[in-house]
């Protein structure tokens, strides 16, 4: 195991308070986290040092290979980033951004965008082809975004839609025709 804390960065889909069930039954809390590759390298680094425990030895050639397709926690992006994706079984501790623990923790709506940094642990695994996962121990929330949004900011945009803040007016409105439907004109009453 090699241990890590990331730096700061913008949290992805989060399940810190509450375990993810959807596709484990005794859940699973994870987060993410997205980097400028110059911050990711050295986590990537430790990833791949943590996958050298995977190296076998080949009985032909009498040399150490690495298995093909092994699969990392990262992905890289096309906009020169990376996203670390992390997990566990155990509820991770979290911690405000002045290293307070968080004692309300279940209350939170960590969301999407919060700010960010994770302690945890690269493992290596031999199972489904082999590869690291990144286990999530603690997290520094330094700034929250609530997960649900809070609505949108006003657009300065003067030819997009402005909703109107008049009562609605009734289906059958009297001003817009008659309100005698005939089967006439194809409307027909259910």
Known sequence: MKNFTTPKGPAGYTNLSKPDTKFDPEGKYKTSITLPREQAEKLMELAQEEANELAVLDKKTKKIVMPEGIKYPYVENDDDTVTFTFKTKKKPKLFDAKGNPIRNADDLRIGGGSTIRVKGAFSSYEG????????????????????????????????????SNEAPSSFNDESEGSDDSSEEDGNVDF
């Open 128 to 163: 489904f082809g082999g590869g690291v996962t990144a286990y999530l121990n603690e997290v520094q929330l330094i700034k929250l975004v609530e997960f649900g949004g809070e609505g949108f900011q006003p657009e300065d945009d003067e030819d997009g839609y402005v909703a």
